[in-house]
T-cell receptor, first 112, second 110 residues
Framework: DARVTQTPRHKVTEMGQEVTMRCQPILGHNTVFWYRQTMMQGLELLAYFRNRAPLDDSGMPKDRFSAEMPDATLATLKIQPSEPRDSAVYFC??????????FGEGSRLTVL | DAKTTQPPSMDCAEGRAANLPCNHSTISGNEYVYWYRQIHSQGPQYIIHGLKNNETNEMASLIITEDRKSSTLILPHATLRDTAVYYCIVIPNSGYALNFGKGTSLLVTP
């Protein structure tokens, strides 16, 4: 089965450290999303790419977060420097425009 | 995005039908109703979506009222593995969800 692959599955780091999360979308999908899930805020959009171009990153703290798609098989979400409030589960999802999304298993981040 | 309202939690006996309601009274004409679910510690999983007609697939049925202001997701024979958080979201054609909300936590009991 084709699936969205995310790494790492779990990450524990100290405040101030750089964190990079990676996502391999399903081959052929032209949209890629990064969502963050916390108990308080639920599942909220951080960034949206279509055909590798960033179209919406309004939900992302610009000063410390960055999202890129260096090629069609890789999307990255970077936090530098990380803070305890960034602790959450980060999900990547991919799909075809206007169709359902396929989510990865998530990257659980804990910032101490 | 049109806002949706779902009950925070529901229970259902195994083998019975689970009917999960969703209110989306401000939905626009070009917005679809999507349902996803999230089993504990997993990523959300697509279930079904519709515009105005009722829809059925191998997982569930979606009933949308004629005025489109509410809908019901039906799991016809709930199993313990259907225990999950169910999200109802409204998305415009070729659009995407900014927030999935808190959903309904469904507990299927033996």
């Amino acid at each position: 089965d084709a699936r969205v692959t995310q790494t790492p599955r779990h990450k524990v780091t100290e405040m101030g450290q750089e964190v990079t999360m990676r996502c391999q979308p399903i081959l052929g999908h032209n949209t890629v999303f990064w969502y963050r899930q916390t108990m308080m805020q639920g599942l909220e959009l951080l960034a949206y790419f279509r055909n590798r171009a960033p179209l919406d990153d309004s939900g992302m703290p610009k000063d410390r977060f960055s999202a890129e798609m260096p090629d069609a098989t890789l999307a990255t979400l970077k936090i530098q420097p990380s803070e305890p409030r960034d602790s959450a589960v980060y999900f990547c999802a991919s799909g075809l425009l206007g169709r359902e999304l396929f989510f990865g298993e998530g990257s659980r981040l804990t910032v101490l | 995005d049109a806002k949706t309202t779902q009950p925070p939690s529901m229970d259902c006996a195994e083998g019975r039908a689970a009917n999960l309601p969703c209110n989306h009274s401000t939905i626009s004409g070009n917005e679809y109703v999507y349902w996803y679910r999230q089993i504990h510690s997993q990523g959300p999983q697509y279930i079904i979506h519709g515009l105005k007609n009722n829809e059925t697939n191998e997982m569930a049925s979606l009933i949308i009222t004629e005025d489109r202001k509410s809908s019901t997701l039906i799991l016809p024979h709930a199993t313990l593995r259907d225990t999950a958080v169910y999200y109802c979201i409204v998305i415009p054609n070729s659009g995407y969800a900014l927030n999935f909300g808190k959903g309904t936590s469904l507990l299927v009991t033996p």
